[in-house]
């Protein structure tokens, strides 16, 4: 059979940039892979992707031109429906063969086969082989089908009358194996050995492709297209980095940036801007926003991370002289800058606290008020949370910070740009002369942002954070705003994590329960369901993360299962159990522990942790009591100083004594006074081993 390599592309209109790059790998992974079921794929092929804006195309290896014919197995009815009490063949069984093309001669290669409790009628068919440009014909149309397309476009093709549905208006195909063009359609368009180069900068036009191994070297070459998008990123970074070094500075580090300018251009160009150095006078996140969001332009930094009056332009473009390339850039970022300076003026003439009132008339959610009120609520818990954690003077500092937190929201810069709520109301508090806790802890009180962010620099920021999570959480909850699959609309887990986070990070020994109640006194009516709703969902949301950093699920799960409100403290008392799950005597004390789990849950009372030693007559009860109380001492002076590893590895000791006690000690005895006082021994042994953990939970 001849095996080639394979190129297909589609042509078309400029691809939605944030897309590119995903749409350029699933329109090449479908195909391939639908190629392969087809059996029209070496198992030694080889994939290609490439994306540019004006592209999708795929290279593979070693590619049939014929699959290989195959045999499979198929199963037609149960026997007793397909023959009759004779053997003969029913008109059932008869119809089933006619509709797989067979007559009835097919009856006699019949084959019998148990299928379940019955026996059914199973025939081998053989398959012929599909061909490639078959094959393909099926691969395209799912692979299109199959794009995650952001928002398709209706369009017309050049009949007038059909319409398509696609990202783009499509304007060719291309599909080439070696040198042979197959004769594939898709989008109304029929397959062809063209395609067309870079917009302005192409040799030819159209560019003609010599076979499917050229087309990367073609493009380059005679077409002024980078036809790779990781081989055009890497060539963008390596100019970038090459223009700032030549200033001595460094360009602006944003991979989602790097990739969206990549998904703009077919050949980069990387040229040097500047603006007025008067416009330095703004924050530099409004202006490094501006240029990032607006224009798709890299601000360059100096050593210290300061922002500098010049930037990197990424042009498609590569005249001789770039001076008008670079001059219309400048002229176009000027008014943006502008812009930004006069919102930062105006805003500047107005305080923090004389825009209170404006946010009574902004809506946070139409069941839970306006920003106002959830401002005054997210107060009154940051002053709760910051009196546990300072004192007085901490939580002033934290009651002013929550009240001005949201007030920047107001503002004609936030207006602009969202994505600066918090940053400007900083600036703002700092140019009114308010203290640095508070102006910080105003920016920081949105921390962590998302996975991996930092935590709000100091205690007034942190208890404002919480307050800000905790405010959202029980709210939304409380109105049955809960995610929801992959649909978390209010980022709620990111809300639950930011608090887990804190409280962890900055080892702050706060009661969860207790902060969640004093959320809840915020509102008008919040029920016990709903906060214990958002408790399970903290605890879902940390065992996820625990078992992300290394720890089994096992051992996660011993020690959440309790869950204990001292979130702080879980970091510790996973280390310790597992450190117990290492032991020789971690099995056996685990099983145990889950045997005794098992006796207590069937008792009806609850049993209470004490043991009568007048009672004890088996000298397998009387040695564990005495173990016991040896250990229970040792492990509760451990507990209490914070030791739990030690702790739980105290009860190492208890293993012979437990495993005694159950080969030779009957706990329901007939006398109830001498059952009652073996339900005693095993309530305090089940304490005692769980203080940590549930061990039962180790298991298997």
Known sequence: ?????????????????????????VFAEVLFEHLQAQGLVDANSVLT????????????????ALAADKTSVQKLMPVSVGLDANGQATPALIKRLNGLGLDESAVQNLSRQMDGKNEALFIEIQQKGLGLKEGLQLALTEAIAKLPIPKAMTYQLADGWTNVNFVRPAHGLLAMHGTEVLAVT????????????????????????KNADSYAGQLKNEGAVIASFAERRAEILRQLNAAAAKEQLKPIDDEALLDEVTALVERPNVLLGQFEAVYLDVPQECLILTMKANQKYFPLLDAQGKLTNRFLIVSNISPDDASAVVGGNERVVRPRLADAKFFFDQDRKKTLASRLGNLNKVVYHNKLGSQGERSARVSAIAK??????????????AEQAAQLAKADLVTDMVGEFPELQGIMGRYYAQHEGIADAVAFAIEDHYKPRFAGDSLPRNPVGIAVALADKLETLVGLFSIGEKPSGDKDPFGLRRHALGVLRM??????????????????????????????????????????TMQEQGYSALEVEAVLSQMPEQIHLIP???????????LAEA?????????????????????????????????????????????LSEANRLFELGDYTA?????AALKAPVDAFFDTVMVNADDPALKANRLGLLALLHQTMNRVADLSKLAS
């Open 587 to 631: 099995p056996a004390l685990a099983a145990a522990n889950k045997r005794v789990s098992n006796i207590l849950k069937k008792v009806e009372a609850v049993v209470p942790a004490e043991v009568n030693a007048n009672l004890l007559q088996e000298p397998a009860e009387i040695a564990l009591n005495q173990a016991l109380v040896g250990v």
């Open 647 to 651: 702790s739980l590895q105290s009860l």
């Open 1 to 25: 059979m001849s095996q080639k390599n394979l190129l297909v592309e589609l042509f078309v209109e400029e691809l939605p940039p944030k897309a590119l790059s995903k749409l350029g790998q």
């Open 503 to 544: 409280l962890m990070e900055n080892n702050l020994a706060l009661d969860l329960s207790a902060l969640l109640t004093s959320a809840a006194s915020g509102f008008p009516a919040v029920s016990e369901d709903a906060r214990q709703a958002v408790s399970v969902f903290c605890f879902d949301r940390l065992a996820n």
């Open 49 to 64: 992707a490439y994306a540019t804006p004006r592209r999708l195309a795929m290279h593979a290896t070693a590619v049939q």
């Open 186 to 209: 898709a989008l109304g368009l029929s397959a062809s050995n063209q395609t067309q180069g870079h917009r302005f900068e192409a040799k030819v036009s159209p560019l003609v492709i």
């Open 572 to 582: 510790k008392r996973l280390e310790a159990v597992k450190a117990f799950s290492a």
């Open 384 to 397: 709760a949370i910051a009196m546990q954690l300072g004192g007085t003077d901490l939580a002033a500092q």
